[in-house]
């Protein structure tokens, strides 16, 4: 059965600061990995897709890689801003999908 | 604008009611899916639908009910069978289901709260 884990659970940062946040999973045999962002009380809004046959995504200061053999993937964004606040999601599809618990991102002026 | 329209944004169930959540989406999306999510806890796949007239139980389906008479609309109703609907509640769809590399969309949510 797949496993989705995140880590950390919450994150706090100055401005300017370059950070990464985790995903990881037990089942290489996916077919793709997504990251979505959720901002208190909204739905979500999808951030990078990464198919099983890639190695990275990149959308502006954004960078997502994906290890399937290792089960994991990273989020790495780059001079983070105040407006990044919110709680990021991993998602992996094998057929549906399974949702990692989010890391609650604060990003301190 | 193309979207996945969730209402209402609230709602609150008395003890032995049903309540029914509306999901409609004009993204001409073939699969549409409804996730329950609880605080601190990932999203939960509770029904979807590849296509009209067919849908598929999720993880969890007991006490959840649906319907797809129509491609754009995809109604979750919540039953008196279900002992603990207080919850967030997630409709997405998606161009294609499983597989597919097609993102899937979400609206905006529908909170459920028992009375």
């Known amino acids: 059965k797949q496993e989705v884990t995140q880590i950390p659970a919450a994150l706090s940062v100055p401005e300017g600061e370059n950070l990464v946040l985790n995903c990881s999973f037990t089942?290489?045999?996916?077919?793709?990995l997504q990251w979505f962002r959720q901002d208190p009380g909204k739905g979500l809004t999808s951030l990078l897709l990464?198919?099983?046959?890639?190695r990275e995504q990149t959308s502006g200061r954004l960078n997502a890689s994906l290890d399937k053999s290792s089960g994991r993937s990273t989020l790495y964004i780059a001079a983070s801003q105040p407006g990044d606040s919110a709680t990021y999601l991993c998602?992996?599809?094998?057929?549906?999908?399974?949702f990692g618990q989010g890391t609650e991102l604060s990003v301190k002026p | 604008d193309g979207g996945i329209t969730q209402s209402p944004k609230y709602l609150f169930r008395k003890e032995g009611q049903n309540v029914t959540l509306s999901c409609e989406q004009n993204?001409?999306?073939?699969?549409m899916y409804w996730y329950r999510q609880d605080p601190g806890q990932g999203l939960r796949l509770i029904y979807y639908?590849?296509?009209?007239?067919?849908?598929q139980k999720g993880d969890i389906a007991e006490g959840y009910s649906v319907s797809r008479e129509k491609k754009e609309s995809f109604p979750l109703t919540v039953t008196s069978a279900q002992k603990n609907p207080t919850a967030f509640y997630l409709c997405?769809?998606?161009?294609?289901?499983?597989?597919?590399?097609?993102?899937?969309?979400f609206g905006d949510g529908t909170r459920l709260s028992i009375l």
């Open positions: 089942d290489s045999a996916i077919y793709n």
């Open positions: 639908s590849q296509i009209v007239n067919d849908f």
């Open positions: 990464i198919q099983s046959s890639q």
């Open positions: 997405a769809s998606s161009m294609f289901q499983g597989g597919s590399g097609q993102p899937q969309h």
């Open positions: 993204l001409n999306h073939d699969a």
């Open positions: 998602a992996v599809e094998g057929g549906k999908l399974i």
